[in-house]
């Protein structure tokens, strides 16, 4: 079992950038595939970005490909999200989530953090 902390979130005009932080509990954080999901109020949740164990491989949302990184720091237990760029469409409650797989359904995973507030201005 792992259980996450997000933090990094705050209030941004658009064009600003931030970065996301995950830390992650337990001696198995390097065995768990990680990701980034948001939900914005009204919406359902909505998968942004994932990586692998080693962080070789990641995914995106087409709405944050070029703007977001995502990366891993393994002697950390740490997960990141680079936000560049950022617009108002990305203002959400942003969670950090755990899975065994490379996936993008909010579904295959099986862990979550409790999410943190990104808002960003016009």
């Known amino acids: 079992q792992v259980q996450m902390v997000e933090s990094g979130g705050g209030l941004v005009q658009a064009g600003a950038s931030l970065r996301l932080s995950c830390a992650a509990s337990g001696p198995y954080f390097s065995t768990y595939f990680m990701g980034w999901f948001r939900q914005a109020p009204g919406k359902e949740r909505e998968f942004v970005a994932a990586i692998s164990r080693n962080g070789g491989a990641t995914d995106y949302a087409d709405s944050v490909k070029g703007r977001f990184t995502i990366s891993r720091d393994n002697a950390k237990n740490t997960v990141y999200l680079q936000m560049n760029s950022l617009r108002p469409e990305d203002t959400a409650v942003y969670y950090c989530?755990?899975?065994?797989?490379?996936?993008?359904?909010?579904?295959?995973?099986?862990?979550w953090g409790q999410g943190t507030q990104v808002t960003v201005s016009s």
């Open positions: 989530a755990a899975s065994f797989a490379l996936r993008s359904s909010p579904g295959e995973y099986g862990y």
